[in-house]
């Protein structure tokens, strides 16, 4: 746990979903295993979605499916739908956004999954009330590592980063590049293998391996 700077309230808290906020990795290779299944292909071995995860769609569907793309998106969406209650959340999470609710600051979700999956899986968490927009994969111009799904996002709520204090929660290398250039302050919830070299070219204004440590942070400011 690191803090780079004073840290100064936000007047508005962005999130990542997969990885941050659930434990999706198991839950996305067993979708992608799958969907490979389902058009005849073999499915994942032990790590090997590892080099896809949080990856946008648009190079992550060509680089497992090739040709099969369109196809695999929808198997991949009807298991994401039928399986959505199984998804784990990331510990004490909920312990964070209750913190940021109940002090009236604006959240929404920035993701590289699509919106409808997403709310169908903030739904079933019942946590509607916390987030004012999701945004995800094809919604902007772009998906992450670009800056348009978040400041799609900062747009939605009537919010300007470069007069304003927002901070962007997530963990890995697409979130922090996609919130250093929105303009936006970075969190990163720490775990990879590469986590000092992404530190040294970010410089998260705070660096946590659990959101209990975190939320020690956050009542201290």
């Known amino acids: ?17 997969d990885g941050t906020l659930v434990d999706s990795y198991g839950f996305l290779n067993d979708a992608h295993s799958h969907t490979l299944v389902a058009l005849g292909l073999k499915p994942f071995k ?43 959340i990331i510990a004490d999470g909920k312990i964070v956004l209750d913190y940021f609710y109940a002090q009236n600051i604006p959240m929404g979700i920035v993701s590289n999954k699509k919106a409808d999956l997403i709310a169908l899986e903030v739904a079933h968490l019942g946590w509607q009330k916390c987030f004012k927009t999701i945004v995800g994969a094809g919604d902007a111009e772009a998906d992450k590592p670009s800056p348009t799904p978040l400041l799609l996002a900062l747009g939605r709520l009537g919010i300007d980063p470069k007069t304003s204090n927002i901070w962007y929660i997530g963990d890995t290398e697409n979130d922090l590049a996609c919130a250093q250039s929105a303009g936006c302050k970075s969190l ?16 998260p204004i705070i660096t946590f391996e659990s959101y209990s440590q975190l939320k020690e942070i956050l009542v201290a400011i």
């Not at 990163?188 to 992404?198: A, I, N, P, R």
């Open 1 to 17: 746990m690191s803090v780079k700077q004073t840290i100064q309230r936000p007047d508005a808290v962005f999130w990542d979903w």
């Open 46 to 88: 032990d790590g090997e979605y590892k080099q896809y995860f949080g990856k946008p769609r648009e190079t992550l569907y060509p680089a497992i499916y090739k040709d099969k793309c369109e196809e695999a998106k929808q198997i991949f969406g009807k298991y994401v739908v039928e399986n959505s209650h199984k998804i784990p």
């Open 188 to 203: 990163f919830l720490t775990g990879h293998d590469d986590t000092q070299v992404l530190l040294q070219k970010y410089a």
